[in-house]
């Protein structure tokens, strides 16, 4: 059943990803998106609802899709809305609240919503999104997972302390670290003296690198290859007390519960001095083994969802994929 459920959950994405700027005939798409997953299979109280396009918006409709299918996250958000009913301060938590409560209490099961609110919100927040041009799906999913936990860790503290405290103290986690965030290792063994110095770092994605006729299980194993720092780049070895040739390499130490991985897709050419896109198709699996971490040496991941915008060009597969932990 459950494997069931992830195929539902991948379709569902196709209204809003294939057709990422025409929602128009969604009453259409809708019927032939029950039809396509079979009633039978169509699991109860889940609601499947493309977002309007407000002229480019796509790249943080998707986001929003996929975060709602990201069902820890969806259901925290919830949560939150039952408990600031009567809050009158509106906040981005607030409209990312209420547009999911807005889906998860539709009466249909399939058709289109209005994320106006939203993205009115979120323009008026940050002006790098307040115009109509295509935005990037990462930075969108960057700015509202950071800002989310923002807003959560100063409705903790209260007022009071927020003033007392200012930035000094780290805050403690919240539901958004809770399920994203992981922690990398980055390791450099000196080549002298064999010492291995290493240093943590939370992250809440991964970004990798995007290569021709590749997987996302090969994009990680790149991530984690093992990288020599020679001639100029040389490391200083705090034992040798001197410039040393190392080997540095970055693994995971700990995976979070839903493990968002960044393709880049955007490359900067120096003689063009520009960005190009780089379009290799990337093969991604339904559920992924990790090799790269240091718990585990083949953790395995479920795949979640990919908000993207998919175009009608088929190499074209997402810059960002969710992978749930099946722990
Ligand atoms: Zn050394």
Not at 38 to 49: A, D, I, K, R, S
Not at 151 to 170: M, V, Y
């Amino acid at each position: 059943m459950r494997d069931k459920l992830q195929i539902a959950k991948i379709s569902a994405f196709k209204p809003t990803l294939g057709a990422c700027c025409a929602v128009g005939g969604m009453g259409a798409n809708a019927s032939q998106l029950e039809k396509d997953i079979g009633l039978e299979q169509f699991p109860t109280n889940e609601h499947y609802f493309g977002f309007v396009n407000f002229g480019n918006t796509c790249y943080c409709n998707s986001v929003l899709q996929a975060l709602y299918f990201c069902r820890p996250f969806r259901e925290k958000v919830l949560q939150y809305k039952q408990q600031v009913k009567n809050q009158k301060k509106e906040t981005l938590l607030t409209c990312l609240a209420d547009l999911f409560h807005s889906v998860a209490t539709q009466k249909k099961k399939v058709g289109a919503l209005s994320p106006k609110k939203f993205i009115t919100k979120l323009r008026k927040e940050n002006e790098h999104f307040d115009n109509y041009m295509q935005q990037d799906a990462h930075e969108c999913l960057n700015y509202l997972l950071n800002t989310v936990a923002d807003i959560l860790t100063a409705e903790k503290k209260g007022p009071q302390e927020q003033e007392n405290n200012g930035s000094h103290t780290k805050a403690d986690p919240t539901w958004v670290h809770e399920i994203f965030q992981g922690t990398l290792t980055n390791e450099t063994r000196c080549l002298n003296c064999e010492s291995v110095s290493s240093k943590d770092e939370d992250f809440l994605d991964l970004s990798v690198d995007v290569l021709q006729n590749t997987s996302i299980t090969h994009c990680l194993r790149v991530f984690s290859s093992t990288e020599t720092l020679c001639t100029e780049h040389k490391y200083y070895c705090e034992v040798c007390c001197s410039k040393q040739e190392a080997q540095k390499r970055m693994r995971v130490k700990k995976l979070p519960q839903i493990l968002a991985l960044h393709l880049k897709r955007f490359k900067y050419m120096e003689h063009l001095s520009r960005y190009i896109k780089v379009s290799h198709r990337v093969v991604f699996p339904l559920e992924l083994r990790l090799f790269n971490t240091i718990i585990d040496a083949s953790q395995i991941e479920e795949f979640y969802g990919v908000p993207s915008d998919l175009q009608k060009n088929s190499t074209e597969t997402g810059y960002i994929f969710f992978y749930q932990s099946r722990e």
